[in-house]
């Protein structure tokens, strides 16, 4: 009877030891889409764009959006949102900012006298709108654009051009 209670002992704490809270498996099935706006122009007065999503997005999806700020070695830079902006002093000049719901996503400017704005932050604008489950993005780091793209695994070619 000893025997088996020891056996029983040793086979139960091989079998505990076996379980973990660490999951490594791999995603094989989040799907990401990416839109690119061509070039927008924030316009007196509003300083909004609006696109509505060719579907509603699922309730449990999270938008993301990065503005293109410039190349480095052939490499877009894409800044994400919100993208504040700031004067000399260290007061707030002014911000990119968006919001969204299902069905669209909002892009704005805002801040003070933005009828002052320099035109290069008002005009020729492009975007990324970057759509994601939520539980997703909770595991990486959104700001960072090309991980983003790398871990959703989308190509360039997979980048949908959309016009406003």
């Avoid at 889409?33 to 316009?43: I, K, M, R, Y």
């Avoid at 609006?50 to 959006?65: E, G, H, R, W």
């Avoid at 604008?125 to 970057?130: A, M, S």
Wanted: hydrophobic share 40%.
């Amino acid at each position: 009877m000893k025997k088996i209670i020891t056996l029983l002992a040793v086979i139960g704490m091989f079998s505990l030891q076996g379980c973990t809270t660490t999951d490594n498996s791999v995603d094989n099935d989040t799907i990401g889409t990416v839109f690119e706006t061509n070039q927008v122009s924030f316009l007196s007065t509003a300083y909004t764009i609006k696109y509505v999503f060719p579907n509603a997005i699922y309730s449990s999806d999270m938008v993301l959006v990065y503005r293109l700020t410039g190349t480095s070695n052939g490499n877009d830079l894409w800044e994400f949102l919100p993208e504040t902006h700031y004067f000399a002093d260290g007061t707030r000049n002014f911000s990119y900012n968006f919001d969204f719901t299902r069905n669209d996503v909002q892009i704005y400017l805002e801040g003070n006298n933005l009828q002052t704005l320099d035109a290069s932050f008002r005009l020729n604008q492009i975007f990324r709108i970057v759509v994601v489950p939520a539980d997703f993005a909770s595991t990486l780091k959104t700001t960072n654009y090309p991980a983003v793209i790398a871990a959703l695994k989308i190509n360039e070619n997979q980048v949908q051009k959309i016009n406003f």
